[in-house]
């Protein structure tokens, strides 16, 4: 069997969604769970985070995997739907539904066979993504109310685009915006993700949106999510399969981009872009080998990376590597592969047996 395995802690998650209630004070908590999880399974994830108020997700296919799971509660679509023909599906699944777009009120107008669902009203507060422009979004909401599917009056939202520098005065910006663009108007307000949940208090409102935060990622820019007290969710871990003795001058790999500066060992592990480990990665990047930190050499390749074994004259071939979770934490190996967290968790391929830990 191949030792490519992610471990994921059902106990963290559980930890983590304690620690986004503590700082969402009164705030419902909506446990966003899309793209699988955020890589580490969509339906394990919502089982070891019921307790949530409710779980956002992408598409109706992710909705749809949950009900068929048990989930019962309340599942929100964060894109809404993306053609008039998944409206029946949505009702009778009983989705939530974002509305950001013209096109999506016209489409609910004409849905000949209307029903009422649960809509929640996307404002562009200076993202510049996705919603109303914020002097359009009374008469959005208007026409939500009277096109004669909207259940209740719709929720109010917004997104921000740099929450994760907490420096950065453009969210304080993005709040004040949205909070004159729905001024006076009733129901629930959202603002939050992870970045907003942790670092803008004024951005909490009625229900928060974290993702990142519940798989132990810190959302910001800087540091890792121990200091915020989070837990890693996932471990990704292998074994060693090879360690062998190189002269100096010996070069590593495709390409020989990493060559030996003097006589040393090096290990082979079983791990590699094709499992999602990002080809990025440079020759520097942390791994721990039997629990020890050493570092990746040469480049990644589909089914292997090799480690620096010098300075470990202990270590034997079988012998575990970890490439980020319990001890090494992916936004360090992330910051070292020019990219995020959050993609190095959502890339982990099929063929990486996952394992759960921290059950009841
Ligand atoms: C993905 C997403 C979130 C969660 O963001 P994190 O940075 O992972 O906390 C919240 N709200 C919306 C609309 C999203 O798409």
Same mark, same amino acid.
């Given at each position: 069997?191949?030792?490519?395995?992610?471990?994921?802690?059902?106990?963290?998650?559980?930890?983590?969604?304690?620690?986004?209630?503590?700082?969402?004070?009164?705030?419902?908590?909506?446990?966003?769970?899309?793209?699988?999880?955020?890589?580490?399974?969509?339906?394990?994830?919502?089982?070891?985070?019921?307790?949530?108020?409710?779980?956002?997700?992408?598409?109706?296919?992710?909705?749809?995997?949950?009900?068929?799971?048990?989930?019962?509660?309340?599942?929100?679509?964060?894109?809404?739907?993306?053609?008039?023909?998944?409206?029946?599906?949505?009702?009778?699944?009983?989705?939530?539904?974002?509305?950001?777009?013209?096109?999506?009120?016209?489409?609910?107008?004409?849905?000949?066979?209307?029903?009422?669902?649960?809509?929640?009203?996307?404002?562009?507060?200076?993202?510049?993504? #996705? =919603? $109303? +422009?914020?002097? @359009? !979004?009374?008469?959005? %909401?208007?026409?939500?109310?009277?096109? *004669? /599917?909207?259940?209740?009056?719709?929720?109010?939202?917004?997104?921000?685009?740099?929450?994760?520098?907490?420096?950065?005065?453009?969210?304080?910006?993005?709040?004040?915006?949205?909070?004159?663009?729905?001024?006076?108007?009733?129901?629930?307000?959202?603002?939050?993700?992870?970045?907003?949940? #942790? =670092? $803008? +208090?004024?951005? @909490? !409102?009625?229900?928060? %949106?974290?993702?990142?935060?519940?798989? *132990? /990622?810190?959302?910001?820019?800087?540091?890792?999510?121990?200091?915020?007290?989070?837990?890693?969710?996932?471990?990704?871990?292998?074994?060693?399969?090879?360690?062998?003795?190189?002269?100096?001058?010996?070069?590593?790999?495709?390409?020989?981009?990493?060559?030996?500066?003097?006589?040393?060992?090096? =290990?082979? +592990?079983?791990?590699?872009?094709?499992?999602?480990?990002?080809?990025?990665?440079?020759? *520097?990047?942390?791994?721990?080998?039997?629990?020890?930190?050493?570092?990746?050499?040469?480049?990644?390749?589909?089914?292997?990376?090799?480690?620096?074994?010098?300075?470990?004259?202990?270590?034997?071939?079988?012998?575990?590597?970890?490439?980020?979770?319990?001890?090494?934490?992916?936004?360090?190996?992330?910051?070292? +592969?020019?990219?995020?967290?959050?993609?190095?968790?959502?890339?982990?391929?099929?063929?990486?047996?996952?394992?759960?830990?921290?059950?009841?």
């Amino acid at each position: 069997m191949r030792p490519a395995c992610a471990r994921i802690d059902l106990s963290a998650l559980r930890h983590n969604l304690t620690i986004a209630r503590q700082h969402a004070a009164t705030a419902r908590v909506m446990a966003v769970i899309k793209a699988n999880g955020y890589g580490h399974g969509l339906v394990r994830v919502a089982t070891a985070l019921e307790g949530a108020d409710a779980f956002g997700v992408a598409c109706m296919e992710e909705a749809q995997a949950l009900r068929e799971a048990g989930m019962a509660g309340r599942i929100v679509l964060l894109e809404g739907f993306f053609a008039a023909d998944e409206l029946a599906s949505i009702a009778r699944l009983d989705l939530d539904l974002v509305v950001h777009h013209d096109w999506q009120i016209e489409a609910l107008e004409r849905w000949s066979d209307k029903q009422p669902l649960r809509l929640w009203l996307k404002v562009d507060s200076g993202m510049h993504r #996705l =919603g $109303f +422009a914020p002097e @359009r !979004a009374v008469v959005a %909401r208007e026409r939500l109310l009277h096109s *004669g /599917v909207c259940r209740g009056v719709p929720c109010l939202m917004t997104h921000f685009a740099n929450a994760d520098v907490r420096e950065d005065r453009t969210t304080e910006r993005q709040i004040e915006r949205f909070n004159s663009a729905t001024e006076g108007l009733p129901g629930p307000r959202s603002l939050a993700n992870s970045a907003g949940l #942790l =670092g $803008f +208090a004024d951005s @909490r !409102a009625d229900w928060v %949106r974290p993702g990142i935060m519940l798989y *132990g /990622v810190s959302p910001f820019a800087q540091g890792d999510g121990r200091a915020l007290d989070l837990r890693p969710a996932m471990t990704l871990t292998t074994r060693l399969i090879a360690i062998n003795r190189y002269r100096a001058g010996d070069c590593l790999g495709y390409g020989g981009s990493w060559c030996c500066p003097e006589p040393m060992t090096v =290990g082979v +592990a079983a791990i590699g872009y094709g499992d999602g480990y990002p080809r990025h990665a440079p020759s *520097g990047t942390p791994v721990l080998v039997g629990g020890q930190r050493s570092q990746l050499l040469g480049r990644v390749s589909m089914d292997m990376v090799m480690v620096d074994l010098r300075g470990l004259p202990e270590v034997r071939i079988g012998d575990p590597v970890t490439l980020w979770g319990e001890g090494l934490p992916v936004e360090e190996v992330a910051r070292h +592969a020019g990219t995020i967290a959050y993609e190095l968790l959502c890339n982990v391929s099929q063929r990486v047996r996952m394992e759960e830990a921290g059950g009841d």
